[in-house]
């Protein structure tokens, strides 16, 4: 009898310490995946080991524009790159093949291509140009025929001032017509080493992009935030939303009141996310926002697509478009197709490429 007593207690503490730990654990959000097939996939090879860092833009006659970023000889950052262009006329089924147009000309790279429909008409193509360990800095290039050709260069920022970071796929037109484009600079010592966090900022053009002005700059409040790559989407009330890459877990906030001159306080976002960019857009058929993202707080991995309809504040109808163990998938761009269509661009490669690889588009559906 008493043997069965001390069993029986064991047994209830067993349960009650089970019961308690399992309370306290979070459990993981169950995502379906998104309803997608591949468009375009190309693959990294020795010679070369990553094509990054592009955008996509449906242009007026209906067809779509493909820039991005090639790399040869190397998959790192430094290695020497030059931008290419694909072209559809079928919405994205088939794709003429690459063909360069803008070369390193006997720099570090060229890379981080943004795609820009003009309000006023005409395309704009932004890029950085990199010409040392300290000295990177982006440019607009503008085309009048679809891409077909294009602009001399207009600096953005002052070449030799610095080493500037401008993601791909991150430039805007505001409903004002202002033009604005989101800046990390990386100061760097020395030693050639760049300093972690960035110092964040916009640049902007009133003149369709001719003449450019630098935006008021913050940094990190403290030293253990990483602020990195930031992004920017205008809000319904005018408003600018950037979202910052951090070392958190999370996305930061920030918001502009003044067309991206000046940032109020950084806050935490709702979008658990490792050190690795977000990219938000605006669908312009449903005026919702739509996110993709790695959501998760320490892999590039799953890369994952949500909308908010309350302008950023919560995320909704959370679906993966990659979830493959191995893998990391980085640096996303979008276009939309119709209310309930996309095309999601993105690099996708091996943990030790940190996802800077093969180069993947595909076309996803009721997201």
């Given at each position: 009898?008493?043997?069965?007593?001390?069993?029986?207690?064991?047994?209830?503490?067993?349960?009650?310490?089970?019961?308690?730990?399992?309370?306290?654990?979070v459990e993981e959000e169950i995502l379906p995946y998104a309803f997608k097939s591949s468009t375009l996939f190309v693959e990294s090879s020795l010679d070369i080991p990553r094509r990054s860092e592009g955008d996509i833009l449906l242009l007026a006659d209906g067809g779509l524009l493909l820039v991005y970023t090639k790399f040869v000889g190397g998959y790192e950052d430094h290695n020497y790159a030059v931008l290419v262009k694909r072209i559809s006329t079928d919405k994205g089924q088939t794709w003429s093949d690459e063909m360069e147009f803008i070369d390193q000309k006997g720099r570090l790279n060229v890379m981080s291509a943004s795609l820009l429909q003009l309000k006023e008409g005409g395309l704009?193509?932004?890029?950085?140009?990199?010409?040392?360990?300290?000295?990177?800095?982006?440019?607009?290039?503008?085309?009048?025929?679809?891409?077909?050709?294009?602009?001399?260069?207009?600096?953005?920022i002052s070449p030799g001032s610095g080493y500037y970071i401008m993601n791909n796929s991150r430039a805007i037109q505001l409903s004002t017509g202002r033009?604005?484009?989101?800046?990390?600079?990386?100061?760097?010592?020395?030693?050639?080493?760049?300093?972690?966090s960035g110092i964040i900022f916009c640049c902007y053009s009133d003149d369709g992009g001719k003449t450019w002005?630098?935006?008021?700059?913050?940094?990190?409040p403290n030293r253990s935030l990483v602020l990195q790559e930031p992004g920017i989407v205008e809000l319904s009330d005018g408003k600018i939303l950037m979202y910052i890459r951090t070392n958190s877990?999370?996305?930061?906030?920030?918001?502009?009141?003044?067309?991206?001159?000046?940032?109020?306080?950084?806050?935490?976002?709702?979008?658990?996310?490792?050190?690795?960019?977000?990219l938000i857009e605006r669908n312009p058929y449903t005026k919702a926002l739509v996110v993709v993202w790695n959501k998760s707080k320490s892999?590039?991995?799953?890369?994952?697509?949500?909308?908010?309809?309350?302008?950023?504040?919560?995320w909704g109808h959370k679906a993966l478009l990659e979830k493959l163990n191995g893998y990391f998938a980085c640096y996303p761009a979008i276009e939309?197709?119709?209310?309930?269509?996309?095309?999601?661009?993105?690099?996708?490669?091996?943990?030790?490429?940190?996802?800077?690889?093969s180069l993947k588009l595909v076309h996803v559906k009721s997201y």
């Amino acid at each position: 009898m008493g043997r069965v007593g001390y069993y029986y207690g064991i047994g209830v503490f067993l349960l009650l310490l089970f019961s308690r730990c399992s309370s306290d654990v979070v459990e993981e959000e169950i995502l379906p995946y998104a309803f997608k097939s591949s468009t375009l996939f190309v693959e990294s090879s020795l010679d070369i080991p990553r094509r990054s860092e592009g955008d996509i833009l449906l242009l007026a006659d209906g067809g779509l524009l493909l820039v991005y970023t090639k790399f040869v000889g190397g998959y790192e950052d430094h290695n020497y790159a030059v931008l290419v262009k694909r072209i559809s006329t079928d919405k994205g089924q088939t794709w003429s093949d690459e063909m360069e147009f803008i070369d390193q000309k006997g720099r570090l790279n060229v890379m981080s291509a943004s795609l820009l429909q003009l309000k006023e008409g005409g395309l704009a193509l932004f890029y950085l140009v990199k010409n040392s360990n300290r000295d990177c800095y982006p440019v607009v290039r503008f085309s009048a025929d679809n891409g077909d050709s294009w602009s001399e260069p207009t600096a953005c920022i002052s070449p030799g001032s610095g080493y500037y970071i401008m993601n791909n796929s991150r430039a805007i037109q505001l409903s004002t017509g202002r033009i604005v484009i989101p800046v990390s600079q990386h100061i760097v010592d020395k030693n050639e080493t760049f300093s972690e966090s960035g110092i964040i900022f916009c640049c902007y053009s009133d003149d369709g992009g001719k003449t450019w002005y630098k935006g008021k700059s913050f940094v990190s409040p403290n030293r253990s935030l990483v602020l990195q790559e930031p992004g920017i989407v205008e809000l319904s009330d005018g408003k600018i939303l950037m979202y910052i890459r951090t070392n958190s877990g999370y996305q930061y906030y920030s918001y502009s009141e003044n067309r991206g001159y000046s940032w109020g306080k950084l806050s935490q976002s709702s979008l658990e996310s490792p050190l690795a960019p977000a990219l938000i857009e605006r669908n312009p058929y449903t005026k919702a926002l739509v996110v993709v993202w790695n959501k998760s707080k320490s892999e590039r991995m799953p890369l994952c697509i949500a909308t908010s309809t309350d302008e950023g504040v919560t995320w909704g109808h959370k679906a993966l478009l990659e979830k493959l163990n191995g893998y990391f998938a980085c640096y996303p761009a979008i276009e939309f197709l119709s209310a309930d269509e996309a095309l999601v661009l993105y690099s996708i490669s091996e943990k030790e490429q940190w996802g800077l690889g093969s180069l993947k588009l595909v076309h996803v559906k009721s997201y």
